[in-house]
């Protein structure tokens, strides 16, 4: 089989660790034999703005949804583009016209790395984040002035949504260690989340195999930092969700190496893969960026593609990369881009 992928490498570090992750995924295609990747380059992001004045074509939704998937390094050129022009005439305009309502990011412990946790144990956790509505809406506004200034911004859960993401976290979990733990705050919030508790309670019991727990989530933050081991799948609302993410890659040692998945689970328009990290400015066009974050986003895009083996291999030639000593300066080594990619490539 052959896939066909859209491939935006986007802004500073994107142009170098996209063309790094697609030597590894070209590499793996033919070593497994069973099938390839067809890779049409677009090159949108903040360049193309301020050649045309927009970050990608009028009709770019419309050329994305003849492709497969999308494979996204980053975008953003803080100096020269304003942040909220190139995120939202880019990513949030591919997230939701693509109806990716669901973003799946992993933290877990790889070998040969430290994570600036005191005692990390082995830990292995996989965050599905409601990507399409919850705190994150437009619904809201502020009245009054002065003193008396009042802002109020609404959250809007549906029951669709959040069922949405609840199911796919109890799929996921079969193929894991049959656990999820749902991130509430239903204590202070009285509307919502009582609401989410309740939704989770009716999915779980078409999940009778899988065991659950239910966690506030500023004890789930606690405990991320404390003893995130305890941990397999976690559902969690868009706001929670992107906290706790961000924590995540924080205690696997560096944000250059975690990965990301933005999905639509229906099949209906394609996917976006894109690691968790930005264009990191500060250090582009010097050879120096980790590609690891890239190359696990896509390992995502295998998994998700159902070449699991494949993907499995991916992430076993990180690991033997990163045993090996070969890291580059996030992780506190010296390796450059290349260094590390090669080494990958060998390993596979
Ligand atoms: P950033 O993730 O680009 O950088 C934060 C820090 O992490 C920097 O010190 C950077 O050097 C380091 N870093 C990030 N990725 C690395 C890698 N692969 N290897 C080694 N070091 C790495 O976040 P920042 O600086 O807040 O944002 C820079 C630009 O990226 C902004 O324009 C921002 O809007 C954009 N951005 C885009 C995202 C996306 O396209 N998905 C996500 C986050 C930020
Ligand atoms: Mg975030």
Redesign the pocket.
């Known amino acids: 089989h052959t896939y066909k992928i859209a491939v935006i490498p986007?802004?500073?570090?994107?142009k170098e660790?996209v063309p790094a992750a697609i030597e590894v995924l070209d590499k793996i295609a033919e070593l497994d034999g069973g099938f390839q990747f067809e890779w049409t380059y677009f090159p949108w992001g903040?360049d193309y703005y301020l050649e045309h004045g927009e970050m990608m074509p009028e009709d770019g939704i419309e050329i994305l949804k003849q492709y497969d998937q999308i494979f996204?390094?980053?975008?953003?050129?803080?100096d020269l583009?304003p942040?909220h022009i190139?995120?939202w005439g880019?990513?949030i305009k591919i997230r939701r016209g693509m109806k990716q309502s669901i973003n799946v990011r992993p933290a877990k412990l790889l070998a040969g790395l430290e994570s600036p946790l005191k005692n990390p144990q082995n830990f292995d956790i996989t965050v599905v984040r409601e990507n399409s509505e919850g705190e994150y809406s437009d619904s809201g506004g502020r009245i009054h002035q002065g003193v008396d200034e009042i802002a109020i911004q609404n959250a809007v859960f549906t029951r669709k949504g959040t069922e949405r993401a609840m199911r796919y976290a109890f799929e996921l979990a079969k193929n894991s260690r049959n656990h999820v733990t749902s991130a509430t705050k239903s204590n202070g919030l009285t509307y919502s989340m009582p609401f989410w508790d309740e939704v989770f309670e009716n999915v779980k019991k078409d999940f009778p195999e899988i065991n659950t727990a239910v966690n506030h989530i500023d004890a789930l933050a606690a405990f991320f930092v404390m003893k995130p081991q305890a941990f397999d799948v976690i559902v969690a609302s868009n706001l929670f969700g992107d906290i706790l993410t961000d924590l995540g890659g924080a205690i696997m040692g560096?944000?250059?190496?975690a990965p990301?998945a933005n999905l639509n689970i229906e099949r209906e328009y394609p996917s976006m893969f894109?690691?968790?990290?930005?264009?990191?400015?500060?250090?582009a066009g010097q050879g120096?960026?980790?590609?690891?974050?890239?190359i696990w986003t896509g390992k995502m895009m295998l998994d998700f593609l159902g070449h699991h083996e494949a993907g499995a291999r991916v992430l076993k030639a990180i690991e033997e990369t990163l045993s090996s000593g070969i890291k580059?300066?996030?992780l506190g080594g010296t390796s450059t881009l290349l260094d590390v990619k090669n080494a990958i490539l060998s390993h596979l």
């Open positions: 986007g802004d500073g570090i994107g660790v903040c996204l390094g980053a975008v953003g050129m803080p583009v942040d190139s995120l880019l990513l560096s944000i250059g190496i990301a894109e690691p968790v990290h930005g264009s990191a400015p500060d250090i120096i960026a980790n590609p690891i974050g890239q580059t300066g996030d």
